[in-house]
């Protein structure tokens, strides 16, 4: 059993439940009454790179990240700060979030949220449109062919905008296959949590124009963003650094920055 496997039995256990704590009609009915889901994808095709800011507490590889008793107010510091989006993890047993923490941050920010989970189920994108969120992550790795095609077309219905993530060539291909139009490449291994920043270098050449490209995982500072940036990334998520920089606002302006540095000619 892989590292992702294990996440993923935890994962279906917790969503097991929720789906027995709350009927899939009552969160439809929730949703119902959510106000229409914002758009991500023309600040995300801008000319300037574009920063997704994550609310993370902790991970599987790193253990505990950061303390953080207030998503919603780190949350309104990244925005700020100059995030186009916030991603928030609300995977419980790993990264120690929450769909309380996804509702927090909406209600306190005016730019799109990002549920980031392991979504295998339909019903998690009932909830994240239920709890606010404005997209979705979509990971290649853990679904087959019908599930993510499947899973796009609820997105579709539900106005989610789906991330979709990939980590090697053949996944990269499934999801341009599947029609991805906002398409990760994740320096992690999810099987093993080995990080590599050469990857996305390696696919972006892959992704056709047209497509927006994002770069996760693997950042530790400005000077990550701006290489990310000089290899094609539209847009870079970072969490870590974001979370244990003492200055989250401070430092999505610093990682604007570098990559803006990286697009002037030299």
Not at 232 to 252: C, K
Request: hydrophobic share 45%; net charge negative; aromatic share 4%.
């Amino acid at each position: 059993m892989t590292i992702l496997d294990d996440i993923l039995t935890g994962v279906r256990d917790d969503l097991g439940q929720r789906q027995s704590a709350t009927p899939l009609a009552e969160l439809r009915a929730r949703a119902a009454d959510m106000p229409p889901t914002r758009d991500p994808m023309p600040a995300f095709r801008s000319p300037e790179v574009s920063i997704i800011a994550e609310v993370k507490r902790k991970s599987p590889s790193r253990g505990e990240l950061a303390d953080i008793p207030d998503p919603a107010f780190l949350a309104g510091q990244y925005a700020t700060g100059g995030a186009s989006a916030i991603s928030v993890l609300t995977e419980r047993r790993r990264f120690g979030g929450s769909l309380a923490d996804l509702s927090a941050v909406r209600a306190s920010v005016d730019v799109p949220v990002l549920r980031k989970d392991f979504i295998v189920d339909p019903y998690q994108l009932w909830e994240a449109r239920a709890y606010g969120a404005d997209l979705a992550l979509l990971m290649v790795v853990s679904l087959d062919g019908g599930q993510l095609a499947d899973l796009l077309g609820l997105c579709t219905q539900l106005g989610l905008t789906p991330l979709v993530e990939a980590h090697t060539a053949d996944e990269v291909q499934r999801a341009l296959d599947a029609g991805a139009q906002l398409l990760g490449v994740n320096a992690r291994d999810l099987t093993t949590l080995h990080v590599d920043r050469s990857v996305f270098g390696k696919l972006a050449p892959d992704i056709p124009e047209g497509v927006v490209r994002v770069a996760e995982s693997g950042v530790t500072g400005p000077e990550d963003v701006a290489e990310y940036r000089a290899r094609g990334a539209d847009v870079v998520l970072v969490g870590e650094a974001l979370v244990r920089s003492g200055d989250p606002r401070s430092a999505v302006r610093r990682f604007i920055e570098a990559a803006a540095a990286s697009d002037l000619p030299v």
